[in-house]
């Protein structure tokens, strides 16, 4: 099994920006898509971002294109999502996620990824 570790959350006023990192331990992600995701309070899990195994193709839900970018790198087995102009909105508990060995691509279904980390929480002040 893999374990994904989040970090980097924290509070930041409107328009700021935030870096946050996945970090993967007891197996490579390298063959694995990654995703994040992310919670606000009463509300269902959202997807955000997927990142294929290469880091060649990533996707985005429609409310962060252009405003959040994700990245990885396999030398270290970690998956970033840089987030810039944040806003009140997107104050919320992010995940990183990823699928089991071997399965590459992503896809924007919470239910097709296996491992999860614990999530950070981010603060957007207005």
């Known amino acids: 099994q893999v374990q994904l570790v989040e970090s980097g959350g924290g509070l930041v006023q409107t328009g700021g920006s935030l870096r946050l990192s996945c970090a993967a331990s007891r197996r490579t992600i390298s063959t694995s898509a990654m995703a994040w995701f992310r919670q606000a309070p009463g509300k269902e899990r959202q997807f955000v971002a997927g990142?294929?195994?290469?880091?060649?193709?990533?996707v985005y839900a429609d409310s962060f294109e252009g405003r959040f970018t994700i990245s990885r790198d396999n030398a270290k087995n970690t998956v970033d999502l840089e987030m810039n102009s944040l806003k009140a909105d997107d104050t919320a508990v992010y995940y990183c996620?990823?699928?089991?060995?071997?399965?590459?691509?992503?896809?924007?279904?919470?239910?097709?990824?296996?491992?999860w980390g614990q999530g950070t929480q981010v603060t957007v002040s207005s």
């Open positions: 996620a990823t699928r089991n060995y071997g399965s590459g691509w992503y896809t924007r279904n919470l239910n097709d990824y296996d491992y």
């Open positions: 990142i294929n195994w290469s880091g060649s193709s990533t």
